[in-house]
T-cell receptor, first 114, second 107 residues
Framework: DTGVSQDPRHKITKRGQNVTFRCDPISEHNRLYWYRQTLGQGPEFLTYFQNEAQLEKSRLLSDRFSAERPKGSFSTLEIQRTEQGDSAMYLC????????????FGSGTRLTVV | QKEVEQNSGPLSVPEGAIASLNCTYSDRGSQSFFWYRQYSGKSPELIMSIYSNGDKEDGRFTAQLNKASQYVSLLIRDSQPSDSATYLCAVRNDMRFGAGTRLTVKP
């Protein structure tokens, strides 16, 4: 296990379509985070899991977004009825329970909505 | 007020100089502070963490924390062109990020 894996690396979709991204964290990491990043901005927090429990969800996240981590291992982020404003890099990160040691990020999934 | 604020830059320094990056935060109860480096098109990577007031040094990097002023900074000594990147400040366990400061080190 060499790090956090995200799939796909790139996704182009038409407006109105649904998309799903996958994140595989470092195996011993209990916490998993999703962020969204647009050009020139820092990562924007979306949600995080501790094991399979979703502990926090950003109020900025519309009801078109949903995330799951069914067995406390990999996670999926789904966006329904995509809009052009959803175009961004979606980053996944993981950490141990002691997140004072910071997070390890995956390479991200770049979403383009056309 | 944004939770974490950084000067967006860009900051340009000559090779060998000291680069100083600054960050302020709004939550006085924050305990954990992090600096990440992000190269263009890549994901953030952790450079340093700091939890106590004062300085913390790691090689050419020094993080400084002043909780009373709600201020954290990163100094890069002997800056190299390879340090050219965006530097992100992050605060608290739920990792809110600043917008980042873009640093360019000119040979």
């Amino acid at each position: 296990d060499t790090g956090v894996s995200q799939d796909p690396r790139h996704k182009i979709t038409k407006r109105g379509q649904n998309v799903t991204f996958r994140c595989d964290p470092i195996s011993e990491h209990n916490r998993l985070y999703w962020y969204r990043q647009t050009l020139g901005q820092g990562p924007e927090f979306l949600t995080y899991f501790q094991n399979e429990a979703q502990l926090e969800k950003s109020r900025l996240l519309s009801d078109r977004f949903s995330a799951e981590r069914p067995k406390g291992s990999f996670s999926t982020l789904e966006i329904q009825r995509t809009e052009q404003g959803d175009s961004a890099m979606y980053l996944c990160a993981s950490s141990t329970l002691d997140s004072d040691y910071g997070y390890t990020f995956g390479s991200g999934t770049r979403l383009t909505v056309v | 007020q944004k939770e974490v604020e950084q000067n967006s830059g860009p900051l340009s320094v000559p090779e060998g100089a000291i680069a100083s990056l600054n960050c302020t935060y709004s939550d006085r109860g924050s305990q954990s502070f992090f600096w990440y480096r992000q190269y263009s098109g890549k994901s953030p990577e952790l450079i340093m963490s700091i939890y106590s007031n004062g300085d913390k040094e790691d090689g050419r990097f020094t993080a400084q924390l002043n909780k009373a002023s709600q201020y954290v900074s990163l100094l890069i000594r002997d800056s190299q062109p390879s340090d050219s990147a965006t530097y992100l400040c992050a605060v608290r366990n739920d990792m809110r990020f600043g917008a980042g400061t873009r640093l360019t080190v000119k040979p």
